[in-house]
């Protein structure tokens, strides 16, 4: 991929059409904004602009039908890729990131075009189960629209932010195996939120309980989640550990919860422990 994005960054009409065709073609929406992301980070927002329209006009026809997931993923990913340029902190773009995904979900951006009363209508239909379990709910005083809204959302909105920091780090990739070899690596494995950083993401985490926004109780822990990866990583590399253990570890915390659970306490706990500063100088 590589050789790909040394293509792209040859000029400026190679990158406006390979954004536009991918973001055209289903399911390829994550390389545009990819390509958007690395534009961005290497000539700034400015000089990226076309790219990014070239991006929009066909990911915003995927909104007119309905899925607003490829427009969504492309103005994240460039708008993190934006900080992170002009702070150099992965941390800042994370975090930035995940409020404006938090407001994208508060919005309703993620909610199918015709409500959640068509899809209730819709499960009820195909499922006696469903029916009788929303039913149930309705019984128990449960707004069950307003219930079916909150999990598309913030599932909807969850997975974006996630895909937006996967294409994030893709494009940074490039950019560092185009212009600054092993540059994105040290760069990942020192990630790590500060102290101030990390109260930040807790108080977002109490607004959205008191204040009754789910979705910033679900994307706050986010960031932290990439730190705790982040983690590991560096952990691994500064070990000279072989990369089947990171296949172990992305298999674990793809497929179990405990594991990301642990993550975030190692996340959260060396934020103030500073483990890879203490196995670098204990080394």
Same mark, same amino acid.
């Given at each position: 991929m590589l050789v790909l994005a040394r293509w792209i960054m040859r000029g400026m009409p190679?990158?406006?059409?390979?954004?536009?065709?991918? &973001?055209?073609?289903? %399911?390829?929406? %994550?390389?545009?904004?990819?390509?958007?992301?690395?534009?961005?980070?290497?000539?700034?927002?400015?000089?990226?602009?076309?790219v990014l329209i070239a991006a929009?006009?066909? &990911?915003?026809? %995927?909104w007119m039908q309905g899925d607003a997931v490829p427009l969504a993923s492309i103005l994240l990913v460039t708008l993190m890729a934006t900080?992170?340029?002009s702070r150099m902190r992965w941390a800042e773009a994370l975090i930035v990131g995940s409020v404006v995904c938090m407001a994208m979900v508060q919005l309703g951006?993620?909610?199918?075009?015709?409500g959640t009363a068509s899809l209730l209508a819709e499960l009820r239909q195909s499922s006696s189960e469903?029916?009788?379990?929303?039913?149930?709910?309705?019984?128990?005083?449960?707004?069950?629209?307003?219930?079916?809204?909150m999990v598309i959302g913030g599932a909807t909105g969850l997975v974006?932010?996630?895909?937006?920091?996967?294409?994030? &780090?893709?494009?940074?990739?490039?950019?560092?195996?185009?212009?600054?070899?092993g540059g994105f690596r040290e760069e990942f494995h020192a990630l790590k939120l500060s102290g101030k950083q990390l109260l930040l993401l807790v108080g977002l985490m109490v607004l959205g309980v008191v204040l009754a926004v789910p979705a910033a109780s679900l994307l706050a822990w986010v960031p932290l989640l990439v730190a705790g990866v982040a983690l590991v990583h560096g952990f691994i590399g500064l070990?000279?550990?072989?990369?089947? %253990?990171?296949?172990?570890?992305?298999?674990?915390?793809?497929?179990?919860?405990p594991t990301i659970l642990i993550v975030l306490l190692l996340a959260l706990v060396d934020t103030f422990a500073d483990f890879r500063g203490r196995l670098t100088r204990s080394d």
């Open positions: 190679q990158a406006v059409a390979a954004a536009a065709l991918t &973001a055209l073609v289903p %399911w390829l929406f %994550w390389f545009s904004a990819a390509v958007a992301g690395l534009v961005t980070l290497r000539r700034g927002m400015t000089t990226s602009a076309p929009a006009i066909p &990911a915003g026809w %995927w900080v992170l340029r951006i993620f909610l199918p075009a015709g469903v029916a009788r379990m929303l039913d149930q709910l309705s019984a128990q005083g449960v707004d069950t629209e307003m219930m079916a809204a974006v932010l996630l895909a937006g920091i996967a294409c994030l &780090a893709l494009a940074r990739s490039w950019q560092a195996g185009l212009y600054n070899p070990k000279g550990m072989s990369g089947f %253990w990171l296949v172990g570890f992305y298999a674990l915390l793809l497929t179990t919860w």
